[in-house]
């Protein structure tokens, strides 16, 4: 048989180290609990998700609420520039601008005019559904 030092410096027989090396390596699952490992691994997934599903809900929701509050602010900013340019034809004197400012306070309208254009209506639609 063949001989070699092992750890200690004693000469060890290599069929008694192998079988020693194989059953030790056998062994290793016993000795590492993986059945105790598998729990505190699988508890602390469980509590991660219970702990960050509602946190990403709420991520969620107020990425909806910022999509949302972006679309009113673009209408806004179409309606301020609306009022931009009424206010400017106002303050040039406009007799088109006039003449409607007149009728909208007297509450009439010529025959045969539309005073409200309906190319803007669409662009006031309400915001898409999320």
């Known amino acids: 048989m063949q001989q070699f030092c092992?750890?200690?410096?004693?000469?060890?027989?290599?069929?008694?180290?192998?079988?020693?090396?194989?059953?030790?390596?056998?062994?290793?699952?016993?000795?590492?609990?993986?059945?105790?490992?598998?729990?505190?691994?699988?508890?602390?997934?469980?509590?991660?998700?219970?702990?960050?599903?509602?946190?990403?809900?709420?991520?969620?929701?107020?990425?909806?609420?910022?999509?949302?509050?972006?679309?009113?602010?673009?209408?806004l900013e179409l309606y301020h520039q609306n009022y931009e340019a009424v206010l400017r034809a106002i303050e040039r004197s406009d007799p088109l601008i006039m003449q409607r400012l007149a009728w909208h306070h007297l509450k009439e309208s010529p025959r045969g005019e539309i005073l409200v254009s309906t190319e803007y209506i669409d662009r006031y639609a309400p915001p898409p559904t999320i």
């Open 6 to 75: 092992g750890t200690d410096s004693a000469p060890v027989d290599i069929k008694t180290w192998m079988f020693n090396f194989f059953r030790s390596i056998c062994n290793l699952p016993d000795r590492l609990d993986l059945g105790g490992w598998l729990l505190v691994i699988s508890g602390v997934l469980i509590i991660g998700v219970t702990t960050l599903t509602p946190a990403w809900l709420q991520v969620r929701e107020l990425e909806i609420q910022q999509q949302q509050l972006a679309h009113t602010a673009s209408q």
